[in-house]
């Protein structure tokens, strides 16, 4: 038996004795997934578009976020969402298999195109990185 599958099999048993029953396959999948959420960067951005020029700025994020996701491998996830009440205030939230990703993210023609076309519409714009804590999503 090696070291991973003693981990496992140890995870199994702790896990039946603290609460309830998992099965060795339960407890490799959530040990993989806590191993796959370490090397990811999480970045939320926090935007307040000039309301003049947001229907523009709605349509260039659109096609940044749908190129991104498909032509970068290391684009996991961009949402952005805005504000019900205060339209004007976007915040997107990314994840990335890396921080190299995040990096390479910035320089490609996409982004870069995306960024300037949006700088002069963007009236602030705050950028926090994030550690996951519980990442889940269904397919669509």
């Known amino acids: 038996m090696d070291a991973r599958q003693l981990l496992v099999l140890w995870a199994s048993m ?4 603290l609460g309830g029953p998992a ?16 090397g990811q960067y999480v970045r939320i951005a926090e935007l307040e578009i000039d ?8 349509s260039a994020i659109k096609e940044s976020v749908e190129t991104s996701v498909r ?3 290391g684009v996991l996830v961009l949402y952005a969402v805005s504000e019900k009440d205060d339209p004007a205030r976007i915040r997107v939230f990314e994840v990335y ?8 993210h910035l320089e490609t023609p996409h982004f ?29």
């Open 14 to 17: 702790l896990a039946s004795c």
């Open 23 to 38: 099965t060795a396959a339960e407890t490799q999948d959530r040990y993989l997934q806590d191993r796959y959420m370490q």
């Open 51 to 58: 309301p003049a020029q947001l229907e523009n700025f709605k």
């Open 71 to 73: 032509v970068e491998p």
């Open 97 to 104: 298999t890396s921080d190299d990703a995040y990096k390479t």
């Open 112 to 140: 870069r195109k995306f960024r300037a076309t949006t700088d002069a519409m963007v009236k602030s714009r705050k950028l926090l990185d994030a550690v996951p804590i519980a990442l889940g999503a269904k397919g669509k």
